[in-house]
């Protein structure tokens, strides 16, 4: 199992553009074999996520179609034509404040609990260019849930693109515990 490695201010532009989701890729686990959730903290939680809170992750995909729609073509070259257009668009939608509470159910799933409770700013949402991305620590570990709506085209710094990624809550909604 690969480690989660985001931070908010500490990374460079370059760092931020980087696939955090390349970390988050549990989910898979869980769309295999219905059990896994039974012993996968993460399972648990996307499973949550996605019975529980399948208004906002519909949500989610359809502010990040409204965000790809205004791109000049079929990608974006600015990390600021995703990350910032899609949380403004979040926030237009009244979106972005319902994710500590999309947060708090998938710790409580994954059999967690937080000591504070989550807000919608970092640590716990931040908005990357992947998606929106929720984060808790957790006796044991961190939870990690990212909606990974947008794919990123590696490359040198000038030549990273943009796409629209993911378009059903299935594809969408990933998470690690590690």
Known sequence: MRGVSVTDSARDSTDRDRDPAESVRNHADSDRNPAASDRNPAASARNHVLESNAETVEAVLECADSVAEEWDGEAATGRDAVADSLRAQLEAEEVWSQLPDVLAGAVRAAGGSLSATPVAAPPYVVATSRGPMLRATLDGG????????????????????????????????RAKFK
């Open 142 to 173: 961190r939870l990690v849930v990212l909606f990974h709506v947008f794919d990123v085209a590696d490359g040198d710094e000038a030549a990273i693109r943009y796409t629209r990624g993911a378009t059903t809550p299935a594809e969408a909604v």
